[in-house]
C-alpha cells in the first residue's frame, strides 16, 4: 500500500483529513495529515510562517531515502508544489484536490493589504461571493470548521511563490481532483492561459478526475474522495 501525506487548505490543520485518513489506514495505507507551520493555535510564533517553512515541514515528513505520495487541497497546493520542486525525488505522485500545481510568482491573496498580518476565515456570503463554494457541508460541518478554523499567516495567504528554474518537479506523475469546477472547465482554463492559478498545468502532463462536490470533499464526500485518493495513490 502506499505512504500518503495529505496537507490541508488554508485555516486548516490536520484534523480536516480526519475522516480521510482514517478511510485510507482502513485500506492498508501509511497515512500522515499534516498541520503546517501557522496553523497551530498553541503556536505562539505561529504568524511568522512562510511558505518555505511549510514546504519544509513537508519534507521533513518524508525521509531522504523514502517516496510519498502529495495529497494537498486549496492553498496547501502551494508549499506542496513548492516542496516538489525542491526534492523531486521524494514525491511519487502528487495529487491537488479542488487546487492546481501553482506557477512561480503566484500569490494566494493578493489583496491582502501590507499591514495585516493574518487572514481570518471570511463569513459564509463572503466566500461564495468570492467563488468558493460550500456546496455539501451541512451545519455541524460549517458549524466545525468555523471553531477550529486558524486565521492564515501573512506570510503564507500574501507573499508570492518562489521556485526554481528546475523542470524536474514538472515530471512528477500528477492527478487534479476537480470539485467545484469541472475537469473540462480547469483545462478550458488552462488553456486558454488566461487564469494564473491553472498556469502550471499547461506544462504538466496531468490527469484530471471529477469528483462533483463544493470545495471542501474531505467533508462533503469522504467516501468518495478516499476512494480516489487510494486507487490513484496506489497504481
Known amino acids: 500500500m ?34 503546517l507551520p501557522g496553523l497551530d493555535p498553541a ?19 518524508v525521509a531522504p531515502a523514502e517516496t510519498a505520495v502529495l495529497v494537498s487541497h486549496s492553498g496547501g497546493a502551494a508549499p506542496a508544489y513548492l516542496a516538489t520542486d525542491i526534492a523531486t525525488e521524494r514525491f511519487s505522485r502528487a495529487i491537488y484536490v479542488d ?31 468570492d467563488g468558493t463554494s460550500i456546496t455539501g457541508l451541512d451545519d455541524a460541518m460549517l458549524a466545525r470548521f468555523r471553531e477550529r478554523a486558524v486565521s492564515e499567516p501573512a506570510g503564507v495567504a500574501a507573499r508570492p511563490l518562489q521556485l526554481s528554474d528546475s523542470a524536474a518537479r514538472l515530471a512528477v506523475p500528477t492527478t487534479v481532483i476537480c470539485n467545484s469546477i ?33 470545495h471542501w470533499p474531505m467533508w462533503s464526500k469522504h467516501k468518495e474522495l478516499a476512494d480516489l485518493i487510494h486507487t490513484v495513490a496506489n497504481r
Do not use: C, H
Not at 43 to 61: F, N, P, S, W
Not at 105 to 113: E, M, Q, R, T
Open 2 to 35: 502506499a505512504r500518503i501525506l495529505l496537507i490541508p487548505g488554508f485555516w486548516l490543520g490536520a484534523w480536516a483529513w480526519d475522516e480521510v485518513a482514517d478511510d485510507l489506514r482502513g485500506r492498508g495505507n501509511e497515512v500522515l495529515a499534516l498541520t
Open 43 to 61: 503556536d505562539d510564533g505561529r504568524l511568522q510562517a512562510t511558505l518555505e517553512m511549510q514546504a519544509q515541514a513537508i519534507l521533513d515528513a
Open 99 to 129: 487546487t492546481a500545481p501553482l506557477p512561480n510568482g503566484f500569490i494566494l491573496n493578493s489583496a491582502l493589504d501590507d499591514a495585516v498580518r493574518e487572514l481570518a476565515l471570511p463569513d459564509w456570503d463572503q466566500l461564495q461571493a
Open 182 to 214: 469541472t475537469a473540462d472547465l480547469v483545462k478550458q482554463l488552462r488553456d486558454a492561459a488566461e487564469e494564473p492559478l491553472f498556469a502550471e498545468l499547461a506544462r504538466i502532463d496531468a490527469e484530471y478526475i471529477n469528483l462533483p462536490t463544493g
